[in-house]
């Protein structure tokens, strides 16, 4: 089944082109990895399929699916099941996380035709989750991701996907920035939200991430373009080869 | 070069004509304030300290001196949250009851029953230029109010709550006077609690006078929730002996025009005072606080945050003054004053002023004001959060950090409350 779905995408900053055609499948069940040097488009993907503000689509079409994505607000997409995992994940001190996420689950439910979650079924739902990411119970009461060391953001990113169980999860360079523990347990987490009816997309700069959740295919974007497509050996390749003497034969 | 005296306007003739021939005040004192203020009229616009802030509204109006007949009209809210307090009624100016059964080491003491002495110390503060005009009026006019004093080693537990209803007699006005005098090593927490009822015009100037011993501290809470008419110009002084630490909340949310002066005088070494304040101006209100800190001595330390958000055609002022005496070296005073413009009619003034006559000190400013940040809101809404709720997480969140700042659990929560229904949202529930 078709989630995603985006055909010859056109987006532009202001006067400069970013996204110069991208074609893009993501079934239900797969992991995508979308890799690429800096500037080469990816933030701007994420940002698109987010929908933030700034950006002018041009061309093309993306369904989320089967319907126009880009007919959603920002919030639309998130309660659709369209979630993304911020690369800078926002500091928003005096607003505690367990707002946050209390607000963001109520808010899906209610799409969803449910009524808010039983604060105690919430409570002890939050409690597991925030355990398996390796965070202390203190996180929820802290403001968002204020003062949080990088791996503490993305832990909190990932800890908000397993709640909210995303259809699409769209995750923006969640491994960079992380050492080697935090990027465990972020794995980890991602590797939980695998599943026969679910999509994951990471875009990321390295290799590393990739050794740890496999991906089932691997786009590499170049000049907002996807120049190649492969299975998981192709980062592998990528690595090994380095960006630019790879970019330099692909083209 | 003759200096040509810049003509004042006149104290108006309400006003000056509920001057009382004597006060609580001792009789020289009164007599001197007296002069004072008959002599300078009200504070205007060019009086330094009050340039942002016009009473000229106040001026136009005829209103009577509130004469005691008043009655308390509802159960004050905050009695309801903190279940132990010990309450202290006004009712338009004039002290209505006592508590019974004081803790041992607290003893509270109406202004009319205050013994020399007593009014001696609440009448301290003298009024030197026109800018403390109200000061003058209050000390020649103040015939209500209540002394509390804390005995040295008294930990009091259960908070002190001081709940004025003002305007329960439409156009009123009243002044009042509060000595609050902390012994050595003694704790406590006074809470004064506003309410303007009815949505009548009324206007209560009022002068507290702090007076702490070595070691001891105190949490003193001024929170203006309800009415939209009221006016209030209130001014606290604060003395500081040895290792005394003053604690204030300011948070103000009602009133027409609320003039706050909050003046602390830092005397001996170890010292400290936190000055945190939310001021939320909307419709036309004016909500104004001057602070003045004054480091008078080595290895004192002071630390303030004040917040203001202003919607609508709302006005907030905040002016906060850090002065570092001559050779007291050792000082850290971080202050810093943030703001949030919710609306293009909303005006918001800040000015902090640093005079530093030492050379070893830390001292730190900021003032910033702003919108909503557009990132932390698009960060919301991806998550599904809707705009309008992800506005008021911000705004009840950049409110918080200073809420979080009262001294009980159960105060911050109602706080919380009380500012979320301000602004007209859900209380998200834990």
């Keep these: ?251 | 070069m003759s200096r040509i005296a810049e003509k004042r306007a006149e104290l108006p003739a309400w006003i000056a004509d509920a001057l009382p021939a004597t006060a609580a005040a001792p009789n020289d004192i009164q007599s001197a304030a007296r002069e004072q203020i008959t002599q300078w009229g009200l504070p205007s616009l060019r009086d330094e300290e009050w340039r942002w802030t016009n009473l000229r509204n106040l001026s136009r109006q005829t209103l009577v001196p509130s004469a005691g007949s008043a009655v308390a009209e509802v159960p004050h809210p905050i009695s309801a949250v903190l279940t132990d307090a010990l309450v202290i009624e006004f009712v338009d100016g004039q002290l209505k009851t006592l508590p019974a059964d004081l803790p041992t080491g607290l003893t509270l003491t109406s202004l009319e029953h205050a013994s020399p002495e007593q009014r001696a110390a609440a009448f301290a503060p003298a009024a030197t230029t026109p800018n403390d005009a109200l000061l003058a009026l209050n000390t020649a006019s103040a015939q209500q109010g209540v002394v509390i004093e804390v005995a040295a080693n008294t930990v009091l537990t259960r908070p002190i709550v001081l709940q004025w209803q003002d305007g329960v007699v439409p156009e009123s006005f009243s002044q009042t006077r509060v000595s609050i005098q902390l012994g050595a090593h003694a704790q406590a927490t006074v809470i004064e609690s506003v309410l303007g009822m009815n949505q009548n015009l009324c206007w209560r100037n009022t002068v507290s006078v702090v007076t702490q011993a070595a070691n001891s501290q105190l949490h003193h809470l001024s929170l203006g929730l309800d009415g939209d008419h009221h006016l209030l110009t209130d001014r606290t002084f604060v003395t500081l002996a040895r290792d005394a630490r003053y604690h204030s909340l300011n948070l103000q949310l009602a009133g027409q025009l609320i003039r706050r002066e909050i003046d602390v005088n830092i005397t001996d070494t170890g010292a400290h005072c936190d000055l945190f304040g939310l001021m939320m101006p909307r419709g036309k209100q004016v909500l104004d606080t001057h602070t003045r800190i004054i480091h008078n001595a080595p290895h004192t330390t002071s630390n303030e945050h004040y917040r203001t958000i202003a919607d609508e055609a709302g006005r907030g002022i905040f002016k906060g003054r850090i002065l570092v005496a001559q050779d007291a070296q050792k000082i850290a005073a971080f202050q810093d004053s943030r703001n949030l413009l919710l609306s293009d009619q909303a005006e918001i003034d800040t000015k902090p002023e640093l005079e530093i006559y030492a050379d070893d000190v830390k001292c730190s400013h900021g003032a910033t004001i702003g919108r909503l940040d557009p990132e932390a809101l698009y960060y919301l809404q991806s998550r599904g959060i809707s705009f309008a709720k992800a506005r008021g997480l911000l705004i009840v969140g950049f409110a918080q950090e200073i809420i979080d700042e009262a001294p009980l659990p159960a105060l911050v929560d109602w706080l919380t409350k009380q500012v979320t229904r301000r602004l007209g949202g859900t209380t998200v529930a834990e």
């Design chain 1, 1 to 251: 089944m078709k989630l995603l779905d985006i055909k010859n995408l056109h987006a532009k900053i202001g006067d400069k082109p970013i996204l110069r055609g991208i074609n893009l499948t993501v079934n239900a069940g797969e992991v995508h990895a979308i890799m690429g040097p800096n500037g080469s488009g990816k933030s701007t993907l994420c940002q698109v399929l987010g929908g933030r503000e700034g950006y002018e689509i041009t061309e093309g079409t993306i369904e989320f699916e089967g319907k126009n994505l880009l007919d959603l607000s920002t919030e639309e997409r998130a309660v659709a099941g369209l979630l993304l995992g911020f690369q800078h994940p926002v500091e928003i001190p005096g607003v505690k996380n367990i707002y946050l996420l209390k607000e963001a689950l109520n808010a899906q439910r209610a799409a969803q035709g449910l009524d808010d979650m039983d604060t105690f079924a919430f409570m002890k739902l939050i409690r597991e989750l925030v355990k398996t990411m390796d965070m202390d119970d203190a996180f929820l009461h802290r403001g968002v991701n204020a003062g949080f060391s990088g791996g503490e953001k993305k832990r909190n990113e990932i800890l908000q996907m397993l709640l909210l169980q995303p259809k699409l999860a769209l995750l923006d360079e969640t491994d960079s920035g992380l050492d080697i523990d935090a990027l465990k347990v972020v794995s980890d987490g991602i590797n939980r939200l695998r599943g026969a009816d679910r999509g994951i997309v990471l875009v990321t700069h390295y290799q590393r991430l990739l050794s740890y959740v496999e991906p089932d295919f691997v786009h590499i974007l170049y000049k907002g373009q996807i120049i190649k497509s492969g299975d998981k050996s192709l980062a592998l390749q990528l690595e090994a080869e380095g960006y630019q003497d790879f970019l330099e034969a692909a083209s």
